[in-house]
């Protein structure tokens, strides 16, 4: 099964989201999957095929990982693409990831490599994709994002840590998640053998 690590959205973040995307698909003529407001969030790790009796030891690495992070606000302010405007393939929102964020995907990185999962290339940009664009970019897009940044920063209140299940479908990916781990979720000490 396809799997990543996540930060989800609230409602309206994602209703917020999907106005300013729906904006941009109407004032660009060009081939692309637009993501479903639903399936808005902040990847901070994709894991691409894993075998689903994997999903206990990515369950402890989580929990192992979240218990470190205090949750944080992640601003969502400016509009990009990957690898570059002149060659989007990918279309998104995002914004400059705090330290903590940073701190996050770093931990989850080194805890993945007790698993052999391969260290990534790039750090992780904090952002939500919008698209992923197929063939050529409409040659108006550079104008557009900047005509359709959003007035107000976006804030998402990250506080949790998804492991997601994604499922191809002909209508596009479905996600399901897997285990949800709050950040600085602690476990209380046990003192029940205190002296």
């Known amino acids: 099964m396809r799997a990543f690590f996540c930060i989800p959205l609230e409602p309206d973040i994602a209703s917020s989201i999907g106005r300013i995307a729906r904006g941009i698909r109407d004032a660009t003529a060009m081939r692309a999957s637009w993501v479903r407001d639903e399936n808005y969030h902040v990847t901070l790790r994709f894991l691409g095929e894993i075998e689903p009796e994997l999903t206990l030891d990515l369950e402890r690495i989580a929990h192992k990982v979240a218990e470190r992070i205090e949750p944080f606000v992640l601003a969502l302010d400016r509009l990009g693409c990957f690898p570059s405007i002149k060659r989007a393939r990918v279309l998104w929102l995002g914004g400059d990831a705090s330290?903590?964020?940073?701190?996050?995907?770093?931990?989850?990185?080194?805890?993945?490599?007790?698993?052999?999962?391969?260290?990534?290339?790039?750090s992780t940009v904090a952002h939500?994709?919008?698209?992923?664009?197929?063939?050529?970019?409409?040659?108006?897009?550079?104008?557009?994002?900047?005509?359709?940044?959003?007035?107000?920063?976006?804030?998402?209140?990250?506080?949790?840590?998804?492991?997601?299940?994604?499922?191809?479908?002909?209508?596009?990916?479905?996600?399901?998640?897997?285990?949800?781990?709050?950040?600085?979720?602690?476990?209380?000490?046990?003192?029940?053998?205190?002296?």
């Not at 330290?99 to 790039?122: D, I, Y």
């Not at 492991?163 to 029940?192: F, H, I, N, Q, W």
């Open 99 to 122: 330290p903590v964020f940073h701190g996050l995907t770093a931990s989850l990185r080194h805890e993945l490599r007790s698993l052999a999962f391969p260290p990534e290339a790039k």
């Open 128 to 195: 939500v994709t919008l698209a992923r664009i197929k063939g050529k970019a409409d040659p108006r897009l550079p104008q557009v994002l900047e005509e359709s940044r959003p007035n107000d920063r976006l804030e998402v209140r990250a506080d949790r840590l998804v492991l997601m299940e994604s499922v191809l479908t002909p209508r596009g990916a479905v996600y399901s998640p897997l285990l949800t781990t709050r950040l600085a979720a602690r476990c209380p000490k046990d003192d029940s053998h205190a002296d």
